[in-house]
């Protein structure tokens, strides 16, 4: 099955500083993923759809200038949280779709990335 | 968008059948209904999508009433390991697959 992979799983890093996950499709090409961020006891809110080889589309209250997303290839997106705060601490996770985002086609999502910022 | 309403919580007994409902009154016609669950600190996972007809896998059935206006996650023998919140999400019509999740069903499977 269409396996999604997200790197790293966990991190922790000092306020102010920027930090990079990475979201990879193994077996098959995604020219769409999205990305989505967590808070503890909360569901999965969606901030951006990431298209290949142009801009990304952010949600509505999403700061494009401090969540970076570039989608350089077809089975990479990454998403970088500029001078990352406390309050950007989060469980960030990434989808993809199998069958070129299709309305009949399920995403599937990485296992996640913990983001503590202290 | 399509919103869908799920009971916030559910309990079961292991072994036996675990039907989880989800309403989406406001579904239009080209929309499918997906399930996905998610077990604690880990990326949703899918389970069973469909438009019209009831479909089955090896996880889950899932039946969607006439109308569309409503659907219900059956899993059959529920286990241990089925404990997890799990989403029902109406796909937004050509935006690319997107899904928006609302708050799903955390369901507690009991020995």
């Known amino acids: 099955g269409a396996v999604v992979s997200q790197h790293p799983s966990w991190v922790i890093c000092k306020s102010g500083t920027s930090v990079k996950i990475e979201c990879r499709s193994l077996?098959?090409?995604?020219?769409?993923m999205f990305w989505y961020r967590q808070f503890p006891k909360q569901s999965l809110m969606l901030m951006a759809t990431?298209?290949?080889?142009?801009?990304?589309?952010?949600e509505q209250g999403v700061e494009k200038d401090k969540f970076l997303i570039n989608h350089a290839s077809l089975t990479l997106s990454t998403l970088t949280v500029t001078s990352a705060h406390p309050e950007d601490s989060s469980f960030y996770i990434c989808?993809?779709?199998?069958?070129?985002?299709?309305?009949?086609?399920?995403?599937?999502f990485g296992n996640g990335t913990r983001l503590t910022v202290t | 968008d399509a919103k869908t309403t799920q009971p916030p919580s559910m309990d079961c007994a292991e072994g036996r059948a675990a039907n989880l409902p989800c309403n989406h009154s406001?579904?239009?016609?080209?929309?499918?209904v997906y399930w996905y669950r998610q077990i604690h600190s880990q990326g949703p996972q899918y389970i069973i999508h469909?438009?019209?007809n009831n479909e089955t896998n090896e996880m889950a059935s899932l039946i969607i009433t006439e109308d569309r206006k409503s659907s219900t996650l059956i899993l059959p023998h529920a286990t241990l390991r089925d404990t997890a919140v799990y989403y029902c999400?109406?796909?937004?019509?050509?935006?690319?697959?997107?899904?928006?999740f609302g708050q799903g069903t955390e369901l507690s499977v009991k020995p």
């Open positions: 989808s993809a779709s199998g069958g070129g985002a299709s309305y009949n086609s399920p995403l599937h």
């Open positions: 077996d098959f090409q995604a020219t769409t």
């Open positions: 990431s298209n290949e080889g142009s801009k990304a589309t952010y």
């Open positions: 406001t579904i239009s016609g080209n929309e499918y």
């Open positions: 469909g438009l019209k």
């Open positions: 999400i109406v796909q937004i019509y050509n935006q690319g697959g997107k899904l928006i």
